[in-house]
């Protein structure tokens, strides 16, 4: 039986991955600052600390692991990681808990470490001919963010360890990825949930804001399709970093009012002012068709209405006078 280690395991992907690392069969060590806000995890154990202290994260690996997969950071949606407010935390916190990580993951080798990456590494489309950005245009560096920056830094330093000490490295560069579990509250919520908890809250025949114009444009991940791809990537050869996300796109415009067609209100949208990220980007998915024999196929109406409803009830269960 073989022993895994999430790190970031009480965030959203990081609390699904250890339900299906658990439903699989494996012993599963999940670290965070926080359990789980949705649910009890079904780990083996659950470490509560700040892999930020080093000390903490060498006692985190405290024996061989088979499979160690890296999700922890400081992150959040648009509007916590392209305002600026942040950026000085979002870097030192993340780089900080990676250098960590790496120490302790020479020391202790597992079999195969796993380093969770951002389609924010991209350039922006102005510095880019295609929508599609395939891997190679990480290059020359131009990320949309120092969220992006750092995320970058990091898969060099994944890298250099692989070729310096010898780590058995996956690098993944997640396109936003959503569905039920996600922040849906509190500034660190992503498009979708943010969107959704705007529609579910919003009277019949009111208006919902959308920052920007609308037009950008972006691809979204189920939760399920992220977690099939991120096996596949373990279990494959592919060493360089490769992109995971759907090539299904729509305009933030189209996904609001996708999200209004499945609740079945009449509502409007006013655009507003307000961080949106680049104007365009999708995943470029040549790679992982060719080297896991796979993409991305589940539909994104399909997987809206899911995190719709389970929206909903949280809502429900923590505001019941103020759902609708």
Known sequence: MSHALVLGGGGFIGGHLVRR????????????MHLPEFGQSPAERFLLGDLRDRAFCASVFDRLYDRVYQLAADMG????IFTGTHD???????AQINLNVLREAVRMPPGIIFYASSACIYPPPDAYSEVAYEESTAYPAQPDSEYG??????ERLYLAHARNAGLNVRIARLH???????AWAGGKEKAIAAICRKVITATEGAEIEVWGD????????????CLDGLERLILSETAEPINIGSA????????ARMIIDISGK???IRNVAGPKGVDIRTSHNDRIQRELQWSPSYPLRAGLEKTYQWIKYQMRVTHPAGDE
Do not use: C
């Not at 690392?21 to 965070?32: F, K, P, Q, Y």
């Not at 920056?149 to 990091?154: A, V």
């Not at 936003?176 to 996600?182: A, D, L, Q, R, T």
């Not at 299904?248 to 996904?255: A, D, K, R």
């Open 21 to 32: 690392l658990s439903g699989e069969g494996h012993l599963v060590t999940a670290v965070d």
């Open 77 to 80: 949606g648009a509007g916590y």
């Open 88 to 94: 000085a935390a979002i870097m030192a916190n993340s």
């Open 149 to 154: 920056w750092e995320k970058l830094f990091s």
């Open 176 to 182: 936003n990825v959503y569905g039920p579990e996600s």
């Open 214 to 225: 609308g037009q950008q444009t972006r691809s979204f991940l189920y939760i399920d399709e």
């Open 248 to 255: 299904e796109m729509v305009t933030i415009q189209q996904l």
């Open 266 to 268: 009449r509502l409007g």
